[in-house]
């Protein structure tokens, strides 16, 4: 298999899920009976992605934070105060006629990656050890809030009920999660560490795949609904490229008045911009089944954030490199001469 982070780094994720998309659409419109046989192993296919979600989480790398309770809380606050209302503000600005469209990209927003962004942090030279130990906390915190942001940010567009979506999560999240992360100890306990690393990268390696063909289900079993709304992706598209705006421009001013260093500016920079779209879309199709543009809206979003993060990561290394010159020339400057 092709290897993560030279995918990442290519925006392959994103060629992927176009790819996802067209050969879901095709399916859909040529073959009906290809989609209904596609559609009838949605749930399968999003227990396995949420599998492979929660057995590459290292829980036990939440003992990295307890030297970082500081950059804990900034992260936090940004995560999950900050950046929830900036993505409700610009969701509800750019689509207030299309409620269903909005709720999508609100889900989208409101949650920070668990997975992927970590590689874009190793490859803009952040602190990745950090970034590790940040992974549970909020895989934990955006699971609890799932419930709460539907209910505050949705204003009740989609029937949202505490006791299903409680029972969802039960069903759907918790148990999958202590099974994954009980397999996770055991294996790590069973196999010799080069072994173990060799499967967590497989999981990893197999994630995006999964993610490809739960677009490619979601579009077949969808598509004249989805193509009804054609004429609003667009708009979608400038919401998600406001949204990278606005946390871009809030990653540098909490980093700045937190007085963080590179590794820790980047790792925050990269977690307010990487969102948890694979496990807000299988939250949504399992809380939400019967909603296909909120499950669009959420792939849709997907489409620009990888080719947002390669950007992100010169720009991260380039700062740097630009402050390492001033410093220097700075230092050059205060050598006394004779």
């Not at 899920?17 to 949605?42: E, K, M, N, Q, Y």
């Not at 590689?119 to 050890?129: D, E, I, P």
């Not at 920079?269 to 089944?289: D, G, H, Q, V």
């Not at 909603?291 to 959420?298: E, F, S, T, V």
Request: hydrophobic residues 60%; neutral net charge; aromatic residues 10%.
């Amino acid at each position: 298999m092709l290897n993560v982070l030279q995918f990442l780094g290519g925006s392959g994720i994103s060629l992927l899920l176009l790819a996802s998309i067209a050969a879901g659409a095709g399916t859909g419109h040529f073959s009906p009976d290809s989609s209904t046989w596609l559609s009838d192993r949605v749930d399968a296919t999003l227990l396995l992605l949420i599998g492979l979600l929660f057995f590459g989480v290292r829980f036990n790398a939440i003992v990295r934070a307890l030297g970082h309770l500081r950059f804990i809380a900034v992260a936090l606050l940004a995560n999950f105060v900050l950046v929830p209302c900036i993505g409700w503000a610009i969701a509800s600005l750019v689509l207030p006629e299309h409620p269903l469209l909005m709720v999508g990209l609100v889900i989208y927003f409101m949650s920070p990656c668990t997975d992927w962004f970590l590689g874009f942090t190793r490859l803009a030279k952040g602190n990745v050890a950090l970034g590790t130990a940040l992974i549970p906390i909020n895989m934990v915190v955006q699971l609890l809030l799932y419930p709460l942001y539907l209910h505050w940010f949705t204003r009740n567009i989609v029937p949202v009920e505490a006791d299903l979506i409680g029972q969802t999560l039960l069903q759907w999240f918790l148990l999958p999660l202590v099974v994954a992360t009980a397999a996770h100890h055991i294996l790590r306990r069973l196999l010799a560490p080069a072994r173990f690393a060799r499967l967590l990268a497989m999981a990893d390696h197999t994630t995006p795949w999964v993610i490809a063909l739960l677009v490619m289900e979601i579009f077949a079993a969808n598509i004249d609904t989805i193509v009804a709304y054609r004429g609003v992706f667009g708009w979608l598209l400038l919401a998600v490229f406001l949204f990278f705006i606005a946390t871009f421009v809030l990653g540098e001013a909490l980093s700045r008045m937190a007085g963080l260093r590179y590794p820790e500016h980047a790792l925050l920079t990269l977690t307010i911009a990487a969102r948890n779209a694979p496990l807000m879309l299988a939250i949504s199709m399992a809380a939400l089944p019967d909603q296909p543009l909120i499950h669009a809206a959420i792939v849709i979003g997907m489409l620009l954030e990888f080719p947002h993060l390669t950007l992100l990561r010169q720009l991260l290394l380039r700062s740097q490199t630009h402050a390492r010159y001033h410093h220097s020339t700075a230092g050059a400057e205060t050598i006394p001469t004779h």
